[in-house]
């Protein structure tokens, strides 16, 4: 099995559940600064041409950063990520959905504004979608004030994008509020996560 990934890129939230896992397996970095998602051979695998993707051992690709996050948690059932009781289950996925959504509304374009619309209203695009990515921190934090984790008493699928969620808005300059960064820092503070960290340049 190999999860294809690009460093500081939307593919962290997989390759966070990936090493939380557990499960055998290889990490490969593309580079999609340098349009290696769009070489014949990649886009075999993925016809987007995106991070993440992974591979599985019988020669099928999976796209899609929730789905992949499913299909980690349901190979890795003891991990926890995906909840095998039900209620807990469902939040875990009404969570995985809500950042699925929100995210590339709210992040791309503060992140590349020229794609939507005249260079004349860069600025002002820019400034809706930070206003846009603070109502999604402030969302997120109030369900963080009084728990450690988003579901339940442990770590979940849902915590990797959450955790995702922070570091994007670092890279637009959006401070997380204390509760998320909180959260982070926890779930960064996790030994099992050291290695993957390091080599996405990223610390607690």
């Known amino acids: 099995m190999i999860l ?36 014949p051979e990649y886009l075999a695998l993925n016809p987007k041409g995106q991070v993440p993707t992974l591979l599985l051992d019988d020669g099928q690709a999976l796209t899609e950063t929730p789905a992949i996050l499913l299909a980690i948690g349901e190979m890795a059932p003891e991990s926890g990520l995906i909840p095998t009781e039900r209620m807990a289950r469902w939040r875990v996925m009404e969570w995985l959905s809500w950042c699925a959504w929100h995210l590339p509304r709210s992040f791309h374009p503060g992140f590349a504004p020229g794609r939507f619309g005249p260079a004349s209203a860069e600025s ?45 808005a670092g890279f637009l300059g959006v401070a997380p509020p204390d509760a998320l960064l909180a959260h982070r820092k926890r779930l960064f503070s996790l030994p099992v996560l050291a290695d993957t960290l390091a080599a996405e340049g990223f610390s607690a």
């Open 4 to 39: 294809y990934v690009s460093t500081r890129s939307s593919s962290l939230a997989a390759r966070l559940a990936f090493a939380l896992s557990g499960l055998p397996g290889d990490v490969q970095e593309i580079s999609l600064r340098q349009g290696e998602g769009r070489t």
């Open 124 to 168: 002002e695009i820019r400034a809706s979608a930070v206003a846009r990515v603070e109502e999604m921190l402030a969302f997120l934090d109030r369900g963080l004030e009084d728990r450690d984790w988003i579901v339940g008493e442990a770590v979940t699928a849902a915590d990797c994008y959450i955790a995702l969620v922070t570091v994007l």
